[in-house]
């Protein structure tokens, strides 16, 4: 059975197709620049890549192209072969628990819902009626990335605000990335051979965020109501005195939005090294001995070990650490400095084996009392997986 895998950005949709229930990657690829000039597109099959410059005018232009070119790569030669569309929607709210196949009353729930994610929510809206105007004979799936952390005990989801503030306005904490943390936890317990575990998975990309999982279930994660709080990430500051927005805006006349903007896309690895949000940049400028790198480096480090051991704490110990997503998976020294920091946890690097980039590995030493592992994530592997399951 063919299944797609499709995550709509507001001028972007990637997608992957995989055969089901093999888990077969069969096409790859991503639109870019949708409604935009210079719109293109690229695919990867059969290791070889592909970019094709076009006019994409909409996201159902997109599925469009999208489905001629798995005819013309001979990937299925009749639409009817595909019987599932899985959608990332980044915001499920209080409402899901778990993947859903879509219907009217979904969407809607996601439209109503796109209060807590403007960006996300709506793009996915466009993805979901693109594939079902294109791919009519498919169901639909909607995989979200809040759903992994619905798990949470109240005392873990709620801020210390009024308990009106949460009923109301549902202000809470509903975390990110749960299909990459539950994608990473469930493949570390196929590695220990066990699932009554306790793991302490750190998605480090762009967006990081760490999460708490005991026997495969979720119990707290660093994310909050937004995807910016917990750690520093590449842009984003995480954890801040929330009062610093309205010191602002009563001191130096800034606007909501433009504290927002600054706190989301101007702040992380690039606010205080001055030079990149890219973990790569900020490993060159520490080599050229640069010193606002060097602080980053620090800085972002720290809040990573600060949150191991508070899940440490919380989970009462802890039978693996996984790293995943860009630098969790590549950055050998952001790994390095973390499980160093982790010595009085009795953690004991294996440095030699942590010298690996995108790879499945153990990077402790037999004799470290928690191993880690690199565990590469499959963020489109984990919505098919979910499509397929509910098909
Ligand atoms: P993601 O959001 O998971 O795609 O992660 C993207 C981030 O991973 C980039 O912005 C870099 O900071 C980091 N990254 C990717 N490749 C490497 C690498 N080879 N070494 C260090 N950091 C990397």
């Known amino acids: ?4 895998s499709v995550n ?12 089901m229930p093999e888990e077969t990657r069969l096409i790859s690829g991503v639109f870019e620049r949708i409604g935009m000039e210079n ?23 997109a599925f469009t192209t999208l489905l001629e070119e798995l005819q013309e790569n001979n990937v299925v030669k009749d639409l009817n072969e595909i019987k599932g569309v899985g959608h990332r929607v980044v915001q499920g709210g209080e409402y899901y628990n778990k993947s859903v196949v879509i219907d009217n009353e979904v969407k809607e729930k996601i439209k109503e819902l796109s209060i807590l994610a403007p960006l996300h929510n709506p793009a996915a809206l466009i993805g979901i009626e693109a594939s079902e105007s294109v791919i009519p004979g498919a169901v639909n799936v909607a995989v979200f990335d809040t759903s992994f952390h ?14 009106k503030w949460a009923k109301e306005y549902k202000i809470r904490k509903y975390g990110a990335h749960g299909t990459s943390h539950k994608y990473v936890s469930a493949r570390m317990n196929e590695i220990l051979g066990r699932t009554n575990t306790k793991l302490i998975t750190c998605h480090i990309g762009n967006g990081a965020s760490i999460s708490a999982v005991k026997d495969g279930i979720c119990i707290n994660t660093s994310m909050g109501l ?42 992380g690895l690039l606010g205080i090294s001055g030079v990149s949000s890219d973990s790569r940049d900020i490993e060159d400028g520490i080599s050229k001995g640069n010193s606002s ?7 972002y480090v720290k809040r990573i070990v600060e949150y191991i051991a508070k899940y440490y704490v919380e989970l009462g110990g802890c039978d693996a650490i996984v790293f995943t997503a860009g630098l969790g998976e590549n950055s050998i020294s952001t790994r390095r400095e973390i499980l160093d920091a982790l010595t009085v946890l009795g953690v004991k690097i294996d440095t030699e084996a942590n ?23 499959d963020e489109e592997l984990m919505i098919s997986r979910d499509t397929y399951n509910l098909i």
């Open 226 to 267: 937004t995807p910016n709080a917990g750690l520093m990430m590449g842009t984003r500051c995480g954890d801040i005195d929330a009062t610093i927005v309205t010191y602002l805006i009563n001191n130096y006349n800034m606007t909501a939005e433009e504290i927002e903007n600054v706190m989301n896309k101007e702040s």
């Open 8 to 19: 709509a950005g507001s001028s972007s949709l990637k997608f992957q197709m995989f055969e």
């Open 355 to 377: 010298e690996v980039r995108g790879e499945e590995k153990l990077i402790t030493l037999p004799s470290s009392k928690i191993p880690a592992y690199i565990i590469p994530t």
């Open 1 to 4: 059975m063919k299944i797609l």
């Open 150 to 163: 619905q798990t949470m005990p109240i005392e873990n989801y709620l801020y210390a605000l009024p308990m």
């Open 293 to 299: 790198c060097i602080l980053a480096q620090k800085m």
């Open 39 to 61: 719109s293109f597109y690229t695919i990867k099959i059969n290791g070889e890549k592909i970019k094709k410059e076009k006019e994409i005018k909409n996201h159902k232009e």
